[in-house]
């Protein structure tokens, strides 16, 4: 499930208007930022993942196909 995970995650396809727009809005973007005041204090992520549906069950390997939800 994770390899599935990991190889449907990879990256992602654009057109170039998508992609020039992408390049622009993180042409500054610094990656060692953080948006706190205070650089010593923890920052709390939440991330979220819903099931949407099963598509399908093998009941014989315990593997199902799924549809995932990010939120």
């Not at 990879?10 to 930022?33: D, I, R, T, W």
């Not at 099931?51 to 939800?69: A, E, H, K, N, W």
Request: cysteine-free; proline content about 4%.
């Amino acid at each position: 499930m994770i390899g599935i995970f990991v190889f449907l995650f990879q990256g992602s396809e654009q057109g170039p208007h998508e992609k020039l727009l992408l390049n622009n809005l993180l042409a500054a973007y610094n990656v060692l930022e953080r948006p706190v005041a205070n650089e010593s204090e923890p920052l709390e992520v939440k991330f979220g993942l819903t099931l949407q549906q099963i598509i399908d069950v093998v009941s014989m390997d315990s593997l199902f196909i799924d549809r995932l939800t990010f939120s």
